[in-house]
């Protein structure tokens, strides 16, 4: 049986795909959920009205993302940390401290997942470490990681 699909289904189609599922599948399962519906002209119009206005929003983020990924494209990050004489950190700078940093400058949204760090740092100098916004925009910033300066008493 032919269905129209309302709504993005994992392994089956996304919104406005018109899709061959068995007959119970649909009666008991896609129609009584509003997961789909039946093809016939008029929800076919409404499904491309509601996938032309999905693409919208889509393309507008894309673009919010791009300008916010442009900005951030070599903006220079700058953490400190306790070390030792050597340069080796009492502990190590994370994911989540970088993204703290970037929305404490104005890079609202920044989430320690977006941060793409193989591993934790834990030497003080300089690293280039790149930033998923979206999974088709990514932008590389510079994280420098300094020693804290002790206060004498």
Known sequence: ?????????????????????????ARNYLLPKKIASWVTPENLQRIDLARQ???RREQE????VGRQAEMLEGF???????????GHLFGSVSSQQIADQL?????????ASNIDL??????????????????????????RVAAEQEEEE
């Open 76 to 86: 220079l990050c700058y953490i400190t940390a306790r070390a030792t004489e050597t």
């Open 61 to 64: 983020e894309l673009d919010r």
């Open 118 to 143: 193989d591993r934790p740092i834990e030497e003080v100098g300089d690293y280039e470490v790149e930033v998923m916004l979206h999974p088709q925009v990514r932008a590389k910033i510079l994280v």
């Open 1 to 25: 049986m032919e269905v129209l699909l309302l709504q993005d289904v994992e392994k089956l189609g996304r919104l406005g795909d018109v899709v061959e599922v068995a007959d119970g599948y």
């Open 53 to 55: 206005a999905r693409q």
């Open 103 to 111: 929305v404490e400058n104005g890079f609202e949204g920044t989430r």
